[in-house]
């Protein structure tokens, strides 16, 4: 079974950009849907976006459309999420997962370790 290595992440002041990077590790993305959570402390999960691996489409939440983007790099089996015009509100940890194309959208079977990302005003 697939698992998911994080990188990148950090802090930034308010307007910068980010780059939070979700590796597959023991297998690849192939068939999957890979989406990108977070959570703030004392709050919950909120869902950000998601692509499917194979045929690259995607759906974003309204909080970062136009401001975050998914990328697939099929050499390396990475999804980078892109995060620009950053804003205080946008701290949290973020989290990766994966599901599989054909099954609910809303199922996930397998989580990144989670990547901390602090915007500063």
């Known amino acids: 079974q697939v698992q998911l290595v994080q990188s990148g992440g950090g802090s930034v002041q308010a307007g910068g950009s980010l780059r939070v990077s979700c590796a597959a590790s023991?297998?690849?993305?192939?068939?999957?849907?890979v989406g990108w959570f977070r959570q703030a402390p004392e709050q919950e999960r909120e869902f950000l976006s998601l692509?499917?691996?194979?045929?690259?489409?995607?759906v974003y939440s309204d909080s970062v459309k136009g401001r975050f983007t998914m990328y697939r790099d099929f050499a390396k089996n990475t999804v980078d999420l892109r995060m620009n015009s950053l804003k205080p509100e946008d701290t949290a940890t973020y989290f990766c997962?994966?599901?599989?194309?054909?099954?609910?959208?809303?199922?996930?079977?397998?989580w990144g370790q989670g990547t901390q990302v602090t915007v500063s005003s």
């Open positions: 997962a994966v599901g599989r194309s054909r099954d609910s959208v809303d199922r996930y079977d397998v």
């Open positions: 692509i499917n691996w194979s045929g690259g489409t995607t």
């Open positions: 023991g297998g690849t993305f192939k068939d999957l849907r």
